[in-house]
């Protein structure tokens, strides 16, 4: 979303300029799927410069942060154009820099990648970096078993500059030709009645039941998170709506903060988007995004029911009302709304299913519907001033998230390429082998501990990156598949949403109901249970994962995970007496690793 500083700043005289350059972004973006094969050391590069302007210049708060931001945007674009322009000549360099100039050059992008990423989402990720890029440099010099032999600087900084690895890498590739084309898709629905939709469909489903502003704030951040991939985001729209509603109601502050919390941070593994992770997941396993998504369907869904089961466990202790009939949208407004969001989900998936070209040749097409649908208001009328309007959201939006995640990659792909040159990831690998004494059970815990904390600082898909490129050879090692290891590591990299110290969104949520952040964090660890569980229950029930190969298997292990689950989520939230609690729980688990033992 905008910034109160950066939509005023859009507003200003510079306004049409941004707006064009967002058309110029996105337009690029979408034609290099139209089009055809462009060199990768064009396409990476330019993605990169569409992106610096909006990182550094628009989202500046400060003139003396506009003014250093055109600086860096400078420096980054003409750096990031030169390899562009000499792509043919830089690939027959092989990643090896000729001269003091290409080192200059070098060095200006991954300072400049790292000053982006500092900019959009703070110091942890690029400290990381930058810690990656010092053990490059110097890691000879470290004694014992973690030193490396050295490379040389010219080697070193090329493979990361010049070269389709490091900065230019397949994680790039994702950002340039997945991620970007489904943000827009997300912030073209976003623009227009898509999130009023699903609000209305939410309420229509569960607005009369018991506990029902709860269970609409459920489903809603439920798909609208699967389209904003972030739960930061989630919160912060769909949270203005149900925790409002939820507080006139009486619910609890902290419940209510609570539910929008972990309701938001399951979009991020709702089908079909689940934000970048799922795309960076393609790259990374080399399995089609359709199969990662038949494989992360019914875990999905398994953690939106534990969700359902304590809302119903919180009833019994809490008179949680329903909707007021005036607060439920009529008939006509549910089919009507719904439509803003069906018409492109259907494109895409037509395309994905039927028609059989790339998911993201399918966003495309569905942009296009959904961009028809920007003319359109709620009332299915045209206003062209409104249209305009929504027009405009769409291309900022678009523009500015593109850039966020853009800068994301690029900085968690100088970690990878560290990884990759100096051996490092292979002997942190080994590290869990030694430290989990080679046993499959310690290794995740320890990989789960591991993406925990980094997690707490870096974004969800960076943490995913950089936590499965260390820990997923050790877990397949011992025994996973790789989609399996993917989706432990994944999942793991979003309890930090929830999970304190640090836990984006409990903090917006309790800030929006204005609640002591504390009490929403626990009472959202046992809301969320599942988010902790059903990763592990993944290992132990492999045939939850097998939905496109064994429908019937994967369908019964579901159903013996959400028995597991109920029980688990109902003993911690509704059982009075704690022997029951006990019992319960532990019957819970019993059920949902019970997957062990029978296979």
């Not at 905008?2 to 707006?19: C, E, V």
């Not at 931001?69 to 820099?97: I, K, M, P």
Request: some cysteine; hydrophobic content about 55%.
């Amino acid at each position: 979303m905008l910034s109160p500083q950066t939509d005023a700043y859009s507003k200003g005289p510079l306004r049409f300029a941004w707006l064009a350059l967002a058309v110029v972004l996105v337009g690029f973006h979408l034609g290099l799927i139209f089009s055809g094969l462009v060199p990768n050391l064009v396409a990476r590069p330019l993605h990169m410069a569409l992106a610096l302007p909006w990182i550094f210049i628009f989202s500046a708060r400060t003139p003396l942060g506009r003014a250093t931001g055109a600086v860096w945007t400078a420096l980054g674009v003409a750096a990031a154009g030169w390899v562009a322009w000499n792509h043919g000549a830089l690939s027959d360099q092989y990643g090896f820099l000729e001269g003091p100039f290409q080192t200059g050059i070098a060095a200006i992008l991954l300072l400049t990648v790292l000053e982006a990423a500092r900019r959009a989402i703070g110091w942890p990720l690029p400290t990381v970096a930058a810690l990656a890029l010092a053990y490059g440099l110097f890691g000879q010099h470290v004694p014992g078993q973690f030193g490396h032999s050295g490379t040389p600087l010219a080697s070193f900084l090329g493979t990361l500059t010049i070269a389709e690895g490091g900065i230019w890498g397949s994680l790039t590739a994702v950002s340039v030709g997945v991620v970007a084309i489904f943000v827009i898709f997300g912030a073209v629905l976003n623009a227009g009645e898509a999130g009023q939709g699903f609000m209305n469909v939410a309420a229509a489903a569960a607005g009369r039941l018991t506990g029902g502003a709860a269970k609409v704030s459920l489903i809603s951040s439920a798909l609208f998170g699967s389209i904003s991939g972030s739960a930061s985001a989630n919160v912060a729209s769909t949270g203005a709506i149900t925790l409002p509603a939820m507080a006139r109601l009486g619910y609890p502050r902290r419940l209510a903060g609570a539910v929008e919390a972990v309701a938001s941070s399951g979009g991020q593994i709702m089908p079909p988007l689940m934000g970048a992770g799922a795309f960076v997941m393609v790259e990374l396993t080399g399995v089609p995004y359709t199969g990662i998504m038949a494989a992360a369907l019914i875990p999905a869904f398994l953690y939106f029911f534990t969700v359902w089961v304590g809302i119903n466990g919180y009833a019994r202790h809490y008179e949680l009302k329903g909707l007021a009939a005036e607060d439920q949208p009529a008939a006509r407004d549910v089919v009507l709304t719904s439509l803003f969001f069906l018409v492109p989900f259907s494109v895409l998936l037509w395309g994905m299913f039927v028609a059989g070209v790339t998911a993201q040749y399918a966003a495309c097409q569905a942009i296009l519907a959904g961009a028809v649908l920007l003319l359109f208001n709620r009332r299915l009328r045209i206003v062209p001033a409104e249209a305009a309007e929504r027009m405009e959201r769409a291309c900022l939006t678009a523009a500015r998230q593109v850039s966020m995640i853009a800068s994301i990659i690029l900085c968690a792909s100088i970690v990878i390429g560290v990884l990759s040159i100096t051996g490092l990831g292979v002997k942190l690998t080994s590290l869990i082998l030694s430290g989990s004494g080679g046993m499959l059970w310690p290794s995740l815990l320890l990989t789960a501990l591991a993406c925990l904390v980094l997690g707490m600082e870096v974004p969800t898909t960076a943490a995913y990156v950089i936590c499965v490129s260390v820990a997923g050879p050790a877990l397949i090692q011992l025994g996973l598949e790789p989609l399996q290891a993917h989706l432990f590591v994944f999942w793991f990299a979003l309890l930090s949403t929830i999970t304190p110290p640090v836990c984006g969104a409990v903090f917006i949520a309790a800030g929006m109901i204005e609640e002591n952040w504390l009490k929403v964090a626990v009472t959202a660890m046992a809301l969320g249970v599942g988010l902790y569980v059903i990763p592990l229950g993944m290992v132990a029930n492999p045939d939850v994962l097998a939905l496109a190969s064994a429908p019937g298997a994967a369908v019964l292990a579901g159903l013996r995970m959400a028995l597991g689950l109920g029980l688990l989520s109902y003993g911690l939230i509704a059982a009075h007496r704690l022997a029951l609690r006990i019992v319960l729980v532990l019957s819970g688990a019993a059920v949902v690793f019970s997957g062990v033992v029978l296979s």
